[in-house]
């Protein structure tokens, strides 16, 4: 399992730095579910839906539990761009350090990556955004540390296993509310 984990986060931190090289965009925070006593443990991941600052934020957030708990998943990685986080959640502060965050979560405990970075202006995409070049920090690793309210929401939301809720019904009003689902067909 750690292989896998080390995989997922790897293609997590690709695909940041790509949105940011080639639209200028930060990664939509995103759920990577995973079911450890399958044969295929990873089971695919959510996206978040499109949110407006403040309460609806923290709200879209927490729904990111929603799946895995219907699907009782028994670990998730979760990934956000801090700064782009706390400002959508309208925290109190001037300005954020810029970094990715990968929380590893299980059932009791959980792993915080943080994956600093400061930008480099680059070019313009190709419809007209600036783009910007990640340079990145060295990693840091925190144990069960406080997390922001809304990921201490959604890691609520998925350990409570809402084990008589149906699967696609789930999933199918998760997408009606815009989130992205992407998931491993079997």
Excluded: K
């Amino acid at each position: 399992m750690p292989d896998l984990i080390e995989t997922l986060s790897d293609m997590v931190l690709e695909t940041s730095e790509e949105l940011l090289r080639e639209h200028g965009a930060c990664l939509t925070p995103q759920v990577h579910i995973l079911a450890e006593d399958m044969d295929q443990p990873y089971v695919g991941f959510i996206s978040c839906r499109p949110f407006y600052r403040g309460a609806d934020a923290a709200t879209a957030l927490a729904g990111l539990g929603r799946l895995p708990s219907v699907l009782m998943a028994t670990r998730l990685l979760v990934a956000w761009e801090d700064c782009d986080l706390r400002t959508a959640l309208e925290l109190p502060g001037e300005s954020f350090a810029t970094g990715m965050v990968i929380l590893d979560a299980g059932t009791e405990d959980h792993t915080l990556y943080w994956h600093p970075f400061d930008i480099e202006v680059g070019g313009a995409s190709p419809h007209g955004i600036p783009t910007v070049i990640p340079h990145w920090g060295a990693r840091a690793r925190y144990e069960n540390v406080p997390l922001l309210a809304p990921i201490s929401a959604l890691l609520d939301v998925w350990r409570q296993f809402h084990r008589d809720d149906d699967i696609q019904q789930t999933a199918i009003e998760l997408q009606q509310a815009g989130y992205g689902l992407n998931m491993v067909q079997r």
